[in-house]
């Protein structure tokens, strides 16, 4: 009879009890499988392999787990199908002499082989058909993950085929030579013991078993990623953590769970009924009850807790008693056991809405505990941590930077560390000295260059202010061994803060990596969007806050990411008792705000303007069915270019005409009428073997207007830092790649990205891309921070855009948006001359590019208005003057804002008239810079204008928006890991034909 799992806790060698995995073929190794095999049951034998090799997979996330298994554990069986595993062929494949098909209009089912050579190097697995001849290759992802158990030597095999496909007037015949992609059903089997390893494994390459579309007779399906929840423990005893198959019909998507996860922290009440707590003495300003209550909260989070059943604060561990009263300790989620007490965690995620005052709250916590746990601390000497973590600076791959040990502690602190986008320094200023009793808080904004490098005097300040720019650039040159003072990094914090916490949601970037190797005692997360575009953002704070075993990637994918995806039933109440162990999320029903009234008003183009824009929209309309019908099934290379720079066109002159049109954008008019033809070749060469650095800054500027700018591996944002940000440091700072066909990699992925591609080419210099198939060269050009300030400004003097200097010759005027918004302003001010003493109507602009501002400029001059600006190239400095003038003087009663700068941390309620000069792609954006105005603090009604032209491309961008679909279908819909790339590119070209019908 099998026994039960349990874990042993002792000091003996475990090593015998791990499965390793590797990540390639094996010199010298003899492989069983021989081509004769495939004659016999189409099954794929795995490698005779013997050498250790580095992927070590457990059965738990202790290195100190084991099973006790009995025969039946040696059993095999079907741990179920890879989803979204494909075959890249050159070659059309050929099924069984006498395969019949289900109709005539379709081919027959091919059963294939999968094979690795003998004494291969890298992931590659190769296809065979039933000519006993290589057709293809596994894709890339599938490869990487499944390589190092074929290799293995632990008794795990395939059946694969390519399934039933529908047949085409010009499909080639098999055996032809042919470039396609083909679904590929694939089954895994093996022994039943090693289940759990393989789903960790697989599931830490973002490959998920599904319910399979067939299984061999007599073989038990045992998915491993279909998790059983942890069953109650009433006494001591083993604790099962074995999975029972449950059938799923239905795999959630990104989008699925990101509104699952949503709604779930919305739906979060247990804050109704908290106790409150008064402030500190040095709080001079009178807390609502929902800030006393969250300061309960935020206090309960930092105490010790006391041996009462729940063992620690986060309540996600139960101690258990067995009946001869020996104590272990159980989590109430994964249903790991243990014997030591867990480490208590301090802190927590604060994720009230926008505008519910966070500033203030946190800032209450900060002097609370100033007098006594702060001292006390800062008297401690200070002790490396067990959970600190070694760092590789880029991922691991053969340009890894060497692995960045743990910095030595010189001293603990009483001080409060707090992190925050740079834009947001100055309100944190205003807030301090609105907030709390002069000269009862010692703060330091420690940012420029010439910053303190003593961390001894840092320590002597009771708040320290530095931005996630400051905190990235000081890990960058302490990687890369640069002389200096680096202090951050020295000092055991006796609090770190994170406002705007979900700026480290990616966790390949430098600067999740660089927070997370800063040291201190307790931990808060501050942001009103903890979950941004998908679960993972969650995952990254549960690693800052150490929550575990959710802190380490392959935790949070085990144990919340497969089982959410699987649509396994019990998930959303076990992530509702993680997140609500230590999160604390309020709505902006919990205080009384004025009303907010949205209003969409849509404008009429002139007849200059229609006309306009009419030769634009059909010569985009018409580049979009000369490039559907040349690619029917794919969207890369120069069509890309082609389709983004159409769709910027548009948008530029829905905005302000052709005023925002560039010299090269305005060459396409010339002699051209809503009948001319369209010609392609007309923009130059489709030639991927010559991308230059401009060409390449040029193309990754397109995409991040269109929010396509997103790695093609992890599918997070790719950009350039704020250079105000970090201080200087970033100049020439990689901050992502581009390949010849224009796909762009993250820094962290690029390393395994240029390994995997280069072990596929097999020494060639040239490659079918795996992702859009076009025959490219394999090079990838680098996007340097720079370049990128270079190309910025090259593009913006490039432009007509009229700077106060120009001439009024070269500017046409203000376009009907202009025009609009000035009548708006224009009434305010009149109503603003009866108001007296009442403060003005004030009233904030929201624009998305720079260069629309300053054509605003141009209108506001012209008619008298004062007004100040906020972008993101203005120094901290100037930033703090434009606010600290709007708040204070009664004349300027406009301020002009970036869209990207205004969406973090600014408090506006100094105004209450809001205008969005055009739609976004991505709709956060605008809700965030609303929100701005809206919040707490807010007196007056607040009126919202989205202004948008009558039947023009904005209108489509407006009905993308109402069916959620995100990044405008333009880009990678931000589905995470594991989907299917050449489909995605195909729903890109369909939503693409979907705007210009």
């Known amino acids: 009879m099998p026994q039960k799992r349990r874990k042993i806790h002792d000091d003996r060698d475990l090593d015998e009890e791990k499965i390793n995995f590797g990540s390639g073929a094996l010199d010298g190794q003899i492989n069983t499988y021989t081509i004769d095999n495939v004659q016999k049951d189409d099954k794929t034998a795995a490698l005779n392999g013997n050498q250790p090799l580095p992927i070590s997979i457990v059965h738990d996330d202790s290195d100190e787990g084991v099973q006790i298994t009995s025969d039946s554990e040696m059993r095999e069986v079907c741990y179920g199908r890879i989803e979204g595993a494909e075959v890249m062929a050159f070659k059309v494949p050929t099924p069984k002499p006498g395969a019949i098909s289900i109709s005539s209009g379709f081919w027959p089912q091919v059963r294939i082989i999968l094979r690795r050579r003998l004494g291969e190097k890298g992931n590659i697995i190769h296809v065979v058909d039933s000519t006993r001849l290589i057709i293809g290759t596994v894709d890339v992802n599938t490869a990487i993950g499944l390589s190092p158990l074929l290799d293995s030597n632990h008794g795990i095999r395939t059946t694969s085929r390519i399934l039933t496909r529908a047949r085409k007037d010009n499909d080639p015949l098999p055996g032809n030579d042919f470039h396609a992609r083909y679904g590929l059903d694939l089954n895994l089997y093996g022994p039943k013991k090693h289940a759990l390893g393989i789903g960790k494994h697989l599931s830490q390459k973002n490959l998920w078993l599904r319910t399979p579309l067939f299984v061999e007779a007599g073989v038990e399906l045992f998915n491993p990623h279909v998790i059983k929840p942890p069953q109650p423990i009433t006494q001591r005893a083993a604790v099962n953590l074995q999975p029972s198959y449950r059938q799923q019909g239905l795999v959630r998507t990104t989008e699925e769970i990101r509104n699952d996860v949503?709604?779930?922290?919305?739906?979060?009440?247990?804050?109704?009924?908290?106790?409150?707590?008064?402030?500190?003495?040095?709080?001079?300003?009178?807390l609502l009850k929902h800030q006393r209550q969250g300061l309960y909260f935020m206090l309960h989070k930092e105490l010790t807790s006391k041996s009462d059943g729940q063992i620690n604060n986060t309540s996600l561990w139960k101690e258990v008693h067995s009946v001869d009263g020996e104590k272990t300790y159980v989590n109430l989620i994964t249903g790991q056991e243990e014997i030591e007490v867990p480490k208590q965690v301090f802190g927590g995620i604060l994720a009230d809405m926008m505008g519910l005052g966070k500033t203030l709250l946190s800032l209450s916590l900060i002097v609370h505990t100033l007098d006594v746990e702060a001292e006390e601390w800062a008297k401690l000497t200070p002790i490396l941590s067990k959970d600190g973590k070694s760092t590789n600076p880029s991922r691991k791959g053969k340009t890894a930077l060497p692995k960045l040990e743990q910095t030595p502690l010189v001293l603990n602190a009483k001080t409060t560390l707090l992190v925050s986008p740079l834009s947001t320094i100055s309100n944190w200023e205003d807030q301090i000295k609105q907030h709390i009793k002069k000269g009862s808080l010692s703060y330091y904004i420690y940012h420029g260059s010439n910053?303190?490098?003593?961390?001894?005097?840092?320590?002597?300040?009771?708040?320290?202010?530095?931005?996630?720019?400051?905190?990235?650039?000081?890990?960058?040159?302490?990687?890369?061994?640069?002389?200096?003072?680096?202090?951050?990094?020295?000092?055991?914090?006796?609090?770190?803060?994170?406002?705007?916490?979900?700026?480290?949601?990616?966790?390949?970037?430098?600067?999740?990596?660089?927070?997370?190797?800063?040291?201190?005692?307790?931990?808060?997360?501050?942001?009103?969007?903890?979950?941004?575009?998908?679960?993972?953002?969650?995952?990254?704070?549960?690693?800052?806050?150490?929550?575990?075993?959710?802190?380490?990637?392959?935790?949070?994918?085990?144990?919340?990411?497969?089982?959410?995806?699987?649509?396994?039933?019990?998930?959303?109440?076990?992530?509702?008792?993680?997140?609500?162990?230590?999160?604390?999320?309020?709505?902006?029903?919990?205080?009384?705000?004025?009303?907010?009234?949205?209003?969409?008003?849509?404008?009429?183009?002139?007849?200059?303007?229609?006309?306009?824009?009419?030769?634009?929209?059909?010569?985009?309309?018409?580049?979009?069915?000369?490039?559907?019908?040349?690619?029917?099934?794919?969207?890369?290379?120069?069509?890309?270019?082609?389709?983004?720079?159409?769709?910027?066109?548009?948008?530029?002159?829905?905005?302000?005409?052709?005023?925002?049109?560039?010299?090269?954008?305005?060459?396409?008019?010339?002699g051209l009428s809503k009948d001319s033809a369209i010609d392609l070749d007309s923009d130059g060469d489709d030639d991927f073997s010559c991308l230059t650095q401009s060409q390449a800054h040029e193309m990754y500027n397109l995409m991040k207007e269109t929010c396509s700018d997103v790695c093609l591996t992890c599918v997070g944002k790719i950009g350039p830092s704020d250079t105000s940000e970090s201080d200087g440091d970033s100049k020439g700072e990689i901050f992502g790649y581009m390949t010849s066909c224009y796909h762009i990699i993250c820094p962290g992925c690029f390393p395994k990205y240029k390994s995997d591609i280069e072990e596929f080419a097999k020494g060639q210099k040239t490659i079918d891309c795996p992702i859009c198939q076009q025959n490219i060269k394999i090079s990838y050009v680098p996007l340097r921070q720079d370049i990128y300030d270079d190309e910025r400004q090259a593009r913006q003097k490039s432009k007509n855009v009229p700077k106060p200097v120009k001439s009024t010759i070269e500017y046409s005027g203000p376009h009907t948006k202009t025009r609009a918004l000035l009548e708006d302003l224009n009434i305010s001010r009149q109503k603003s001359k009866s108001l007296p003493p009442e403060s003005p109507i004030k009233s904030v602009v929201f624009s998305g590019w720079t260069a629309h501002l300053d054509l605003i400029q141009l209108a506001l001059d012209d008619d008298g208005f004062k007004y100040v600006r906020l972008d993101g190239k203005m120094s901290r400095t100037t930033r703090t003057l434009a606010m600290d003038t709007f708040r204070d003087d009664p004349t300027v009663l406009v301020i002009l804002v970036s869209i990207t700068a205004g969406g973090l941390g600014l408090n506006l309620t100094m105004a209450n008239k809001v205008y969005v000069m055009e739609p976004q792609y991505n709709p956060a954006l605008e809700a965030q810079a609303v929100d701005r105005v809206h919040r707490l603090g807010q007196k007056r009604e607040v009126e919202t204008k989205r202004y948008v032209m009558n039947d023009s491309f904005e209108e489509k961008m407006l009905i993308l928006q109402d069916k959620k679909k995100k990044l405008a279908s333009l880009s990678m819909d931000g589905e995470k890991g594991r989907i299917d790339k050449a489909e995605a590119a195909r729903k890109r070209l369909e939503d693409l034909r979907s705007l210009f019908k």
Request: net charge positive.
């Open 262 to 286: 949503i709604g779930m922290f919305d739906s979060l009440h247990r804050s109704e009924n908290l106790p409150e707590m008064d402030p500190n003495h040095r709080i001079i300003t009178k």
């Open 451 to 670: 910053r303190l490098r003593d961390p001894r005097k840092l320590a002597q300040y009771d708040l320290v202010i530095t931005t996630y720019g400051s905190v990235a650039s000081e890990f960058n040159h302490r990687s890369k061994k640069k002389a200096g003072s680096y202090p951050l990094e020295e000092i055991n914090w006796f609090r770190i803060v994170l406002d705007e916490a979900h700026m480290i949601r990616e966790q390949s970037t430098q600067q999740f990596k660089a927070i997370n190797r800063l040291s201190s005692s307790r931990r808060w997360a501050v942001t009103g969007t903890p979950v941004q575009n998908r679960l993972d953002d969650l995952g990254a704070l549960m690693s800052f806050l150490r929550i575990k075993p959710f802190d380490e990637k392959g935790g949070f994918a085990q144990f919340i990411m497969a089982p959410f995806k699987m649509c396994d039933p019990e998930i959303l109440p076990k992530l509702r008792l993680l997140v609500d162990s230590i999160t604390l999320r309020r709505l902006k029903d919990r205080i009384d705000l004025p009303p907010r009234y949205d209003r969409l008003v849509k404008l009429d183009f002139s007849d200059e303007e229609r006309i306009i824009y009419d030769i634009y929209a059909k010569n985009a309309s018409d580049r979009i069915k000369v490039i559907v019908g040349q690619r029917e099934n794919s969207l890369s290379g120069k069509s890309y270019v082609h389709i983004l720079q159409s769709i910027l066109r548009l948008r530029l002159i829905c905005a302000h005409g052709k005023d925002l049109l560039s010299e090269n954008d305005l060459k396409v008019m010339n």
